[in-house]
Every structure is written in structure tokens, then in C-alpha cells.
């Protein structure tokens, strides 16, 4: 009788979270307000409302707009508002910022719409690698948003992790 090969990750009961998975769908484009300042010093009212109305904003149709200023300015604030309104009909979000910052606060949102109650009691483990760098901020909040309710936290790969934390077992009372 030949013996059976058990996959013993796949009953292991792990739940693998991929944060990878809550990717943007939509591409990035950037518009640095760099490239409208004077002498990359100075923001001039009516030429930055005479660019802003002569660039062509149907190029970032369905992408995420960042927007920034790479150059040690002061940007008055309604520069960012003249880019949102010109943009908004166009872009899927605009975001004031760079696409590291903009990453930062997308997954602080994906992770605090994970229902802690898909986790409760479980052995989670963070997917570490794949194609995309998942900033480190998500990976920190991942743990704190589940750790009170995983049974443990293990990051890396269900065959190869790295335990982060385990819930202390509760003494029985005599």
C-alpha cells in the first residue's frame, strides 16, 4: 500500500493574508508643481491658472493623480485645489503627495477595513515577498490591528515563517 503524500500547510488551518492583493488597481501619474514655479522658487497666481487651463488633464483618465512639489517651495494651498478641480473630472483619485506616502495611507485604509472577526482565534500568516514592495508602515499595522484577536502572527510564508506573535496561553483554575 503506498503512502500518502499530507500537505500539511494546507491543514494546518493558516490563513494567509496577501497584502500584495490590495494593490492599487488603477496606475499612478504624477504632477509636480515643480515644473510651474518661477525661477523653482516662486508659484505665480495667473501663470499657474494659465498652465493649469492649457494642460491636458484627459491624460490621466482612470490613474491615480499625485500631486507634489519635488522643489523646496512654499505651495499656497489653493495651487492644490486649481489642480484637484481641473483634474477631478478625469482621475480616479487625486492625492496630494508622493506615491510612497500616497501607498502608506492606502493600506493603513485597506487594513482598518479588515474584519478583525475573519481572524479571530486563527494561525495568520503576512505574505512577505511578491512582485510589488508593500511599504513596512502596513506590515506594522497589520499587527496591531489583528494581534488581539489571532491565535498567532507569523509573517513570511505558511511553509517558512517567521512567528511575530502568539497569544500567552491561559492558566487553568484550580
Known amino acids: 500500500m503506498a503512502d500518502l503524500l499530507t500537505n500539511r500547510v494546507a491543514v494546518s488551518g493558516i490563513v494567509t493574508l496577501k497584502l500584495e492583493e490590495h494593490w492599487p488597481r488603477q496606475a499612478f501619474a504624477t504632477f509636480d508643481l515643480k515644473d510651474y514655479l518661477f525661477m523653482e522658487l516662486i508659484l505665480k497666481e495667473k501663470d499657474f491658472r494659465a498652465a493649469v487651463k492649457d494642460h491636458d488633464f484627459s491624460q490621466y483618465e482612470?490613474?491615480?493623480?499625485?500631486?507634489?512639489?519635488?522643489?523646496?517651495?512654499?505651495i499656497p494651498n489653493w495651487a492644490y485645489m486649481l489642480v484637484a478641480a481641473a483634474a477631478t473630472p478625469y482621475a480616479a483619485d487625486i492625492y496630494q503627495g508622493t506615491e510612497a506616502e500616497f501607498l502608506r495611507q492606502h493600506y493603513r485604509k485597506v487594513i482598518q477595513?479588515?474584519?478583525?472577526?475573519?481572524?479571530?482565534?486563527?494561525r495568520v500568516v503576512i505574505k512577505g515577498c511578491g512582485e510589488r514592495t508593500i511599504p513596512a508602515s502596513a506590515y506594522l499595522d497589520v499587527?496591531?490591528?489583528?494581534?488581539?484577536?489571532?491565535?498567532s502572527l507569523m509573517f513570511g510564508e505558511p511553509c517558512s515563517t517567521v512567528p511575530v506573535y502568539k497569544k500567552p496561553r491561559v492558566a487553568a483554575s484550580k
Open 62 to 74: 482612470d490613474k491615480i493623480l499625485l500631486v507634489f512639489c519635488s522643489a523646496d517651495a512654499i
Open 113 to 122: 477595513n479588515l474584519d478583525p472577526e475573519n481572524f479571530v482565534d486563527k
Open 143 to 151: 499587527t496591531t490591528h489583528l494581534q488581539p484577536h489571532v491565535k
